[in-house]
């Protein structure tokens, strides 16, 4: 696994690095402790996809149209 905090990964890291614990914890081949920190880990990396995802989908949100349907510029969000 990958030694970057999860707070630091982009969705796509983190979702990468998501698909690869599932992939472990599914086979069933890791150790009952590994699980455990390979399970904690995942839901850190979900948590992450999650709020990555929510602050694109806030951005996205917040492009402006004109009478026309054209994208005219966007509105700060706050906080991001």
Do not use: W
């Amino acid at each position: 696994m990958s030694e970057t905090p999860v707070e630091e990964m982009s969705f796509e890291q983190a979702m990468a690095e998501l698909e690869k614990v599932v992939g472990m914890l599914e086979r069933g081949d890791v150790a009952l402790e590994d699980s455990i920190a390979l399970y904690d880990r995942g839901a850190k990396l979900r948590a992450r996809c999650e709020k990555k995802l929510k602050e694109a989908e806030e951005k996205v949100a917040q492009i402006t149209l004109d009478a026309e349907g054209n994208p005219t510029g966007t509105k700060a969000v706050e906080g991001l």
